[in-house]
Each structure stands twice: as C-alpha cells, then as structure tokens.
C-alpha cells in the first residue's frame, strides 16, 4: 500500500509560481510510474507530467516549458515547481503512484490562479 499525501497549493495571480509537494510512504525506488495530474472544475482529470522510475519527465504540452517535476529520493518526497501560472491552470492537483499492486492518488491540493 502506498500513501501520497500533496502540499503547496493556493490562490495565486496569474504570472505567479507555486511548488506542489508530495510525500510517498513507500521508497520511491519501489514505485515503477509516478506522475502529476490535475482536474478543473467540471472537466476530467489529465495528465501534466509523468516519469517512469529510471526515465526522464514527460509534459502535457499545455505546461511544458512552465512546469518542472523532480524527486527527492532521500525524503521520498516529489514535487512540482509551477511557473508563470495562468487561469487554465486552476484546479486540484494530484499525485499519482503505480506498483505491480495497483494504482494509488493523493487526496489532491487546490490550485487556483486568479487576480
């Protein structure tokens, strides 16, 4: 079982930048994918970055350039630096895990960007 809990979201103006944080219970050298995902009010959750545990970050292309994930393998913790945040990026920000097990998300943080 793998628990994700996120941190770091918030009302930000557009412009702004913000860093998600999310802790994983498990090593993160146990988990095979990782990701970030996010869902707006009354649209279905997408993607906005994924790694596999060896590989590099892929980027939804409506934040690429803008957004940055990393790791911190020690803390086993992972994060998401925003930048240059816009209106459209507004919504709940999750976490996501997958193990040969299963699937697993955080509960998810609120990002909202708004002058």
């Known amino acids: 079982q793998v628990q994700l809990v996120e941190s770091g979201g918030g009302l930000v103006q557009p412009g702004g930048s913000l860093r998600l944080s999310c802790a994983v219970s498990e090593s993160l050298f146990s988990i095979d994918t990782m990701g970030w995902y996010r869902q707006a009010p009354g649209k279905q959750r997408e993607l906005v970055a994924t790694?596999?545990?060896?590989?590099?970050?892929q980027y939804a292309d409506s934040v690429r350039g803008r957004f940055t994930a990393s790791r911190d393998n020690a803390k086993n913790t992972v994060y998401l630096q925003m930048n240059s945040l816009k209106a459209e990026d507004t919504g709940v920000y999750f976490c996501?895990?997958?193990?040969?097990?299963?699937?697993?998300w955080g509960q998810g943080t609120q990002v909202t960007v708004s002058s």
């Open positions: 996501y895990a997958k193990r040969s097990e299963g699937d697993y």
């Open positions: 790694w596999q545990r060896w590989g590099s970050t």
